[in-house]
């Protein structure tokens, strides 16, 4: 894949918070199970665009595709925690046994995943407030 999606705080001149930045040269010699978890992160961030996009149709007149919403928000509470965390979590694991360093970031990295589980079951609970 030529361009991955990694999360910035500006937004990187791009609509929402999320830009594309390239790792050409590093899925030449990334192992495929890190490989994978890049895709995977560049789908999520795809969808995080969408439901960006769908919310900034519902602040200005309403006229979002709820079904959308909520595909979108069922997607992000499942796979994440039944498959991609649990890999990732591994891996964390696996480095921070080998860097003292990496072992106190892998708290902020779990941190990460708890808070984006109860975001988005506040968001599921807002879109069905919204929608009915």
């Given amino acids: 894949m030529d361009n991955q999606a990694t999360h910035t705080a500006n937004g990187g001149g791009q609509q929402g918070h999320w830009s594309r930045v390239n790792h050409d040269e590093a899925t030449r010699t990334t192992p495929r199970t890190i490989q994978a978890l890049y895709n995977e992160h560049a789908y999520m961030y795809n969808l995080l665009d969408s439901l960006e996009e769908q919310v900034a149709l519902i602040e200005r007149d309403g006229d979002a595709d709820f079904n959308l919403l909520l595909d979108i928000v069922d997607y992000m509470q499942n796979f994440p925690e039944r498959f991609h965390h649990p890999k990732e ?10 860097d003292d360093e990496f072992a106190r970031e892998v708290t902020g990295l779990m941190d990460e995943h708890r808070l984006l589980e109860r975001l988005m079951a506040r968001l599921a609970h807002a879109i069905k407030d919204v929608q009915t």
């Fill in 89 to 98: 979590d591994l891996i964390y694991q696996r480095m921070a046994l080998r």
